[in-house]
């Protein structure tokens, strides 16, 4: 299992508008994809005084299936414009883990 680990930063004025966002546009649009090998995506957030973090984790059977996600440029962040308006920062790119452990 591949995960993909993503963060990005927001206003703590625009933090309950992004995660919006994902809840009600972005994730439902992932999974309407039917992407093979594609898992499941969680979303974590940490409130702090002057940003709020978002970190999202997706699961993956494979590169291949990131690819499908991401295209062949798959370590580029996907970020559609109307979330990038809800920015201060991001990373531009997505770091790829090998999961070795995974225990329920």
Request: a negative charge; proline letters at 4%.
């Amino acid at each position: 299992m591949i995960l993909r680990v993503w963060r990005g930063w927001t206003a703590p004025d625009n933090a309950d508008a992004y995660e919006a966002f994902l809840r009600d546009e972005m994730f439902p649009h992932i999974y309407a994809q039917s992407i093979a090998g594609f898992h499941g995506i969680r979303l974590l957030r940490l409130d702090g005084p002057d940003e709020v973090e978002f970190m999202t984790i997706m699961r993956f059977d494979s590169i291949e299936a990131i690819k499908a996600f991401a295209g062949e440029r798959y370590e580029e962040a996907v970020i559609l414009p109307k979330a990038h308006a809800l920015f201060t920062r991001f990373e531009e790119r997505a770091r790829h883990y090998e999961e070795r452990i995974s225990e329920a």
